[in-house]
C-alpha cells in the first residue's frame, strides 16, 4: 500500500532537491522525508542537477533558480526538452516576479518563493503531484 | 524608523518608511521560518545617505564583520551587502548548531566523523576565524549566504515595490572579513563620498538576546535618481497593482 505523504491525500513522490545552499537543501530534504516522500537525488548545482535527473528519474524536481554557473532557468529548460511532462517546483529568493512568469512559460509547474513553510511547500507538492 | 535623509521630499521618505516597514516584516519573519527560532522584539531604522556620512555605519565597530556580498541586477544595478558582528555571528552559530546537526546529519551525504560536539575555535574568545570543526563552519557560512540570499531577495522586492521596477540579486558569496574591508572599501571610493545608499539596522531579540544585522542597498547614481524619480512620479492609487504576485499554479 502507497505510503500517505502529507495528509492531503497524494502519495509518497520520489524527489529530486536541487539547491546550491547545503542548508536550504538539507531543509527541504528533512521536510519531505518526514512527510513521507523519499528524496532520491540532492544536487548542489545545475550540471549535477541534469545528470541526476537523467540517471534517477525524479517524480518531482524542486528546482533553486539562483544557482553559480549553470543556474535553474537553464537546468528547467533542459529537463523539460529530456522530459516535457516532468514535475518541476521552481524556488527561489527572488522577489522579480517576471522571473517567476519566465519560470512558468518555460515548464516550471509553480513558482514558489523562499523561504518555504513547512506546510505551504508540502501542500503544493501534493497540488503538483496530484495535476 | 528613518534615521536620516539626504534632501529627500515628504513622498520619498514615506515610501522609504514603507519600504523599511515591509521589508523587515518580511525579513524576521523569513528568519522565523528559516531558522525555527522565535524573534521576541525588534527594532528597525533606515538611513539614505553616502558611506562616509553614515552614522549608522559607525555602529558596527572596528572587529570582525560577516559579510554576504551580492550584485544588484536587472532594472536597477549595484551591490548589496548584510553585515553580522563577529559576536552575533557567533550567538547565532551558538543557537543553530542542534539544527544544524540535525540537518547536516540527516542527509546522507554528509560526513558524519566531522560533525562532534565540539565547540569550535572561532566560537571561543580568540577568534581566529579558524576551526578544527571544519564542517561546522562551512555550515554556518552556507547558512549566512542562504540568510543573505533571501533577505536581499525581500528587499529588492520591497524596493522594487515602491518603485515600480523589477530587479533581482545576483548569487550571494559570504565571507569572513577581520579588517572590514568590505567597509573599508565604501568609505574609500569616490562613490562612498557621493553615492546614496540605503543603509539598513535591524536589531532583534532571538531567543533572549539581541542580534543586529545590517543591510546595505547601493544603486549606482543613475538607479538610485531613478528610484527617486519614479517614486516622486507615481500616483498612489497605482501602488499595489503594479506588483502582481506570481500566479504559482498558471501551469497546472
Known amino acids: ?131 | 524608523m528613518i534615521a536620516k535623509q539626504q534632501s529627500l521630499t515628504e513622498k520619498q521618505l514615506k515610501s522609504f518608511d514603507r519600504f523599511l516597514v515591509d521589508g523587515t516584516r518580511k525579513a524576521l519573519n523569513a528568519l522565523e521560518v528559516m531558522f525555527g527560532l522565535n524573534i521576541d522584539s525588534s527594532d528597525s531604522t533606515i538611513e539614505i545617505a553616502p558611506a562616509v556620512n553614515s552614522e549608522t555605519l559607525k555602529h558596527l565597530g572596528n572587529g570582525t564583520l560577516y559579510v554576504v556580498s551580492s550584485s544588484l541586477v536587472g532594472d536597477l544595478q549595484g551591490s548589496m551587502l548584510l553585515l553580522m558582528r563577529s559576536d552575533d555571528f557567533k550567538y547565532l552559530g551558538e543557537m543553530m548548531r542542534p539544527i544544524l546537526s540535525l540537518l547536516f546529519l540527516s542527509a546522507p551525504d554528509a560526513d558524519l566523523s566531522e560533525l562532534d560536539s565540539r565547540k569550535p575555535d572561532w566560537m571561543q574568545d580568540n577568534d581566529t576565524g579558524s576551526s578544527g570543526d571544519t564542517a561546522f563552519d562551512e555550515q554556518m557560512m552556507d547558512t549566512l549566504a542562504e540568510m543573505g540570499n533571501v533577505l536581499f531577495g525581500l528587499y529588492t522586492k520591497a524596493m522594487c515595490n515602491i518603485c515600480a521596477l523589477n530587479s533581482h540579486h545576483s548569487v550571494p558569496e559570504a565571507s569572513r572579513d577581520p579588517e572590514q574591508r568590505a567597509i573599508q572599501k565604501l568609505l574609500s571610493s569616490s562613490e562612498g563620498k557621493r553615492q546614496l545608499r540605503m543603509i539598513i539596522e535591524n536589531e532583534f531579540v532571538m531567543t533572549g538576546r539581541p542580534i543586529k544585522i545590517w543591510c546595505l542597498i547601493s544603486p549606482e547614481q543613475k538607479s538610485f535618481q531613478e528610484i527617486l524619480g519614479r517614486i516622486e512620479n507615481r500616483n498612489d492609487h497605482q501602488d499595489q497593482r503594479l506588483f502582481r504576485p506570481v500566479q504559482k499554479f498558471v501551469s497546472m
Open chain 1, 1 to 131: 500500500m502507497p505510503m500517505q505523504a502529507t495528509g492531503f491525500g497524494t502519495d509518497m513522490a520520489k524527489i529530486l532537491i536541487v539547491d546550491d545552499s547545503a542548508f536550504a537543501r538539507n531543509s527541504l530534504s528533512m521536510i519531505v522525508e518526514r512527510a513521507g516522500h523519499e528524496v532520491v537525488g540532492r544536487a548542489g548545482d545545475g550540471e549535477q542537477a541534469v545528470e541526476l535527473f537523467k540517471s534517477l528519474h525524479p517524480e518531482l524536481v524542486t528546482l533553486d533558480f539562483l544557482m553559480p554557473g549553470k543556474n535553474g532557468e537553464a537546468v528547467l529548460e533542459e529537463i523539460i526538452q529530456l522530459d516535457p511532462s516532468a514535475k518541476v517546483i521552481m524556488i527561489s529568493g527572488f522577489g522579480d516576479y517576471t522571473i517567476g512568469e519566465k519560470a512558468l512559460q518555460t515548464g516550471a509547474k509553480v513558482f514558489v518563493e523562499k523561504p518555504h513553510v513547512q506546510e505551504d511547500i508540502l501542500k503544493v507538492i501534493d497540488q503538483v503531484m496530484e495535476a
